[in-house]
């Protein structure tokens, strides 16, 4: 997807008020409500979005990985890429990697929302099953079907389901988050996913030997 239509799915979201979950009172069957306000009348404080990141803060190579929950190509890099670049870079210190969100449909939003839902401590555990589960939730059937396969993801992570509807409906939070990836699209140049900014520097999907030498090169070795 180019960098234009991710901005206007974006906007999409924020402009219909994105659409919220909730569960009628004695259960039943879940309706999508809009959203009541819309990110255009006032502006939004992003700040409050923290970076989810993991390594060592202090490391000379900071990577940033712009991904989406409901795109294959970044499961097939956590099932593969990343996890050989956890254990070499990530997990000895060497760099400081973050991970921030790219909305491209509702789904994935519902997903960042499931996923920030356990804080920092449980992000990349709950990031992980997402991914794993990719095939099944994205595939689930009607938007209530997909959010009910996020629910039990969130479920499997150890989130209580008073926490878990709390998140799908905290409209506010929602449009922050979108208004947040569209800061960090523009300035990067995120054009497609995953996409990798080492240094600075943007980089569309690679190998782990390129990503590697990438790395290396940013830090002087």
Not at 13 to 24: Q, W
Not at 120 to 125: L, M, P, V, W
Not at 155 to 171: I, P, S, V
Request: proline share 4%; hydrophobic share 40%; net charge negative.
């Amino acid at each position: 997807m180019n960098r234009r239509h991710v901005l206007l799915s974006s906007a999409a979201l924020i402009a219909t008020g994105g659409y919220f979950l909730t569960r009628p009172k004695g259960g039943g069957e879940v309706d999508l409500l809009p959203g009541a306000a819309n990110a255009q009348q006032a502006e939004i404080d992003t700040s409050v979005i923290a970076d989810m990141q993991l390594g060592n803060p202090d490391a000379p190579v900071t990577v940033i990985e712009y991904a989406s929950y409901t795109c294959p190509h970044c499961a097939t890099f956590h099932q593969g890429t990343y996890k050989q670049l956890k254990a070499d870079y990530i997990d000895t210190g060497k760099i400081n990697f973050i991970y921030r969100e790219v909305y491209f449909d509702r789904y994935g939003l519902w997903a960042s929302m499931i996923a920030r839902c356990g804080g920092a401590e449980r992000f990349f555990g709950i990031t992980d099953l997402i991914y794993q589960r990719q095939a099944e939730w994205t595939r689930a059937g009607t938007p209530p079907q997909i959010a009910d396969e996020l629910r039990k993801i969130g479920r499997l992570a150890g989130l209580e389901d008073d926490a878990l509807e709390a998140c799908l409906q905290d409209q506010d939070m929602a449009q922050t988050l979108v208004a947040w990836f569209q800061q960090n699209a523009e300035e990067h140049g995120v054009e497609s996913t995953p996409s990798f900014v080492i240094n600075g520097k943007t980089y569309k999907n690679m190998n782990y030997d390129d990503f590697s030498a990438l790395i290396d090169e940013a830090s002087g070795n």
